[in-house]
């Protein structure tokens, strides 16, 4: 049904698993969609997960992280303030500095899937890195907004072990004044 020449795996996590009984089982569910896949498709998987980490798709594979340098493209020197994110991303003897306007991991995580894809199709890295930098959240997630005077971190999506985990790590590294 979908032919996808470009496919990306962010984490083989708890929110299905209850569908497939295992996290082994999740991820063949999840790389199946490689079967759709031209010849030349591309798979993005992120290094940081365990599982994913030693996947072998048989098609052409590049990973991602934050953690993990044996990804070919990964993040160095991650800071959180004053709610944006600042970071470099190594791709060989490459650095790119980066800025965010999100806090949180997961969203370095994603920048660095970006521009590794971005770099795959030519797209020239200061274009890349205007869009990375335009990013802003919108709707349920991840919005810090004010209310009477009062600021509220919103962020709705679902509630499996992960994400509230995620939200929580963000919600730490806000800085709000005291009182408000």
């Known amino acids: 049904m979908i032919c996808p020449e470009i496919t990306v795996v962010t984490n083989i996590g708890d929110a299905h698993i209850g569908n497939f009984g295992s996290k082994e ?17 591309v798979v993005y998987l992120n290094c940081d997960d365990p599982l994913l980490a030693n996947a072998k798709p ?20 991650i800071e959180e303030k004053n709610a944006k994110t600042y970071f470099e991303i190594v791709n060989g003897n490459e650095r790119v500095p980066v800025t965010l306007n999100v806090l949180g ?22 274009q890349i890195l205007t869009g990375l ?7 349920i ?22 994400s509230v985990k995620s939200a929580m790590e963000t919600l730490t590294k806000i800085d709000i004044e005291p009182g408000k």
């Not at 590049?62 to 020197?77: L, P």
Request: with cysteine; glycine share 6%; charged share 20%.
């Open 25 to 41: 089982k999740l991820m063949e569910n999840k790389l199946a969609v490689i079967e759709g896949m031209p010849e030349n498709g």
């Open 58 to 77: 048989a098609c052409e594979t590049v990973f991602f992280a934050v953690h993990n340098k044996q990804a070919q493209f990964y993040a160095e020197n």
């Open 105 to 126: 991991e997961y969203n370095v995580l994603n920048a660095v899937c970006c521009y590794a894809i971005g770099t795959k199709l030519n797209i020239p890295s200061r």
């Open 133 to 139: 930098a335009n990013f802003q959240t919108s709707g």
């Open 141 to 162: 997630r991840q919005n810090l907004v004010e209310v009477c005077g009062r600021k509220f971190f919103m962020d709705c999506y679902n509630a499996s072990s992960d």
